[in-house]
């Protein structure tokens, strides 16, 4: 049987308590950086619940949407809209909530697959994991998009899913998780109450645009528009696409950051920031280039965001909701990455860039990554998703913690997801969407890559 979902409930969630219209806040260049593409982040984060659907909807639905509006309260901004500004002529956008303003939950069955299946970490059918993320209504008036839409997937007596689509201009990851790990405690409270939701930091005029960015990116929109046109992307509807999450365990980690300090001494190279997700990007950028067979002259890039808040000048609150994320982009011939000492120089370049951050603008860093991206071929360029310390297995709504936690959208993207392990503490989980054979490949490399260091 082909798998589906069968929509069952669709509703409507504003804050709650009633919440008057607030002011709407123009959006800062660090959350107009992702407005050209409007970037959907989609989080699925499963869990076992062994109950039939009627069990879901008697007893469970009622305290989510409770606890979901009682959250809202606080993250307002969710329930509004993403909006062009009075002052669209400046090209400016803002996030508004009004009055009423609410937030889409779609409730649904799924049939045909096996929710052990769907959840697991071997290859997988991505057509499948896409019917499991909720489709945004474009809002009627022209140029408004809603900041985020909420799915739960039932799978009768084995699990369910929530998935989280959240657009990029709203906030990044460590608001999304502030957000979603709001949520989940209020709703594992006995009696919830406002007071026990923690609330964000919203106040988006904090962010101080130094270096005109947001000017140049109005400047620069026509372009980077065209290079994301030229660039492709995987289609969803590819039906040999896959989607496989590989584990690094505490071990293999502390093996490649002894190989990398241990080459950077013989070579008498300063040893720069070896961290986990140093050694784990260097090593999935590795077993990819190499799954991937490109000639050896031609350039790959690897790209992240860095959490900003603690780098601002003075730093930005923990809890600030929005985003604040700086970028690095690294390069290497495909020749040096595939070469025998990939593993170790891919790692020190990595390193050496976040290393390089300190003390910078974010706004200058900024200027100088948009540059370089949009000299490239991002076909050859490898992205980052999530963090393993955005705490993903802690998020628990009163019915354990997830069995899996995915990022669907990284196809869109070509990037890796990272998450912290389910199993292990210092371990960390990698989610990749590939074409089967060249997941396939990526495989072998990852695992026997592991047997030789
Ligand atoms: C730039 C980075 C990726 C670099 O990560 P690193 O782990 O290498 O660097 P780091 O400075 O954070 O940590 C370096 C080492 O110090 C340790 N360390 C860090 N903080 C510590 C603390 N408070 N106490 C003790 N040790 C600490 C870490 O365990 C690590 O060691 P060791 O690791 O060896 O044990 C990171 O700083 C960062 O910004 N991460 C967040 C990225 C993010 O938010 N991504 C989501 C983007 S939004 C997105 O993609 C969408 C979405 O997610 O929704």
């Keep these: 049987m082909a798998a589906a979902v069968r929509v069952l409930h669709e509703s409507q969630i504003s804050p709650s308590p009633w919440l008057p219209s607030q002011p709407p806040q123009p959006l800062s260049f660090l959350d107009a950086i992702w407005l050209p593409n409007s970037v959907l982040v989609e989080r699925l984060f499963f869990y076992d619940f062994p109950h039939p659907v009627s069990h879901f909807i008697d007893h469970k639905l009622p305290i989510l949407i409770k606890t979901l509006s009682l959250t809202l309260h606080h993250f307002y901004p969710l329930a509004g809209s993403i909006r062009p500004s009075a002052d669209f002529d400046d090209g400016q956008f803002e996030i508004a909530y009004e009055e009423g303003d609410s937030v889409t939950l779609t409730i649904a069955e799924f049939t045909g697959e096996d929710f052990h299946n769907i959840s697991g970490y071997h290859p997988r059918n991505f057509e499948n994991l896409r019917l499991l993320v909720p489709k945004p209504k474009k809002s009627s008036s022209c140029g408004q998009f809603p900041p985020i839409s909420i799915q739960i997937t039932l799978f009768q007596n084995q699990g369910l899913c929530i998935c989280f689509a959240i657009n990029h201009v709203a906030c990044d990851g460590s608001g999304t998780m502030g957000f979603i790990r709001s949520w989940a405690t209020a709703c594992r409270s006995t009696e919830p109450t406002l007071h026990e939701i923690s609330r964000p930091f919203l106040d988006r005029s904090i962010i101080i645009d130094t270096h005109g960015i947001q000017r140049k990116m109005f ?174 297995y802690e998020v628990d709504f009163g019915w354990g913690r997830p069995a899996k936690v995915e990022i669907s959208s990284i196809n869109e993207t070509r990037a890796i997801s990272l998450a912290e392990s389910r199993e292990e503490e210092g371990g960390v989980e990698i989610g990749l969407v590939l074409p089967e054979e060249e997941m396939n490949r990526f495989g072998k490399n990852f695992t026997c890559g592991l047997v030789d260091i």
């Design 219 to 392: 400047q620069h929109k026509r372009v980077f528009e065209e290079y994301l046109k030229k660039q492709d992307t995987l289609p969803v509807s590819d039906p040999s696409l896959v989607s496989a999450t590989f584990t690094l365990c505490k071990d293999h980690i502390t093996q490649l950051k002894e190989r990398v300090q241990a080459k950077g001494e013989e070579e008498g190279k300063p040893l720069f920031h070896i961290s986990t997700f140093v050694v784990t990007c260097a090593y999935v950028w590795r077993c990819l280039v190499k799954a991937r067979a490109y000639d050896g002259d031609s350039q790959q890039y690897f790209v992240c965001v860095v959490d900003w808040r603690s780098r601002m000048r003075p730093p930005l609150p923990r809890n600030y909701f929005g985003n604040c994320l700086g970028g690095l982009m690294v390069e290497l011939s495909t020749k040096e990455l595939v070469g025998k000492n990939g593993n170790e120089l891919a790692a020190m370049e990595i390193g050496k860039s976040i290393d390089g951050l300190r003390g910078r603008d974010v706004g200058e860093v900024l200027t100088t990554a948009f540059g370089r991206l949009l000299e490239n071929e991002r076909r050859k360029s490898l992205s980052v998703a999530g963090s393993p310390k955005l705490m993903v």
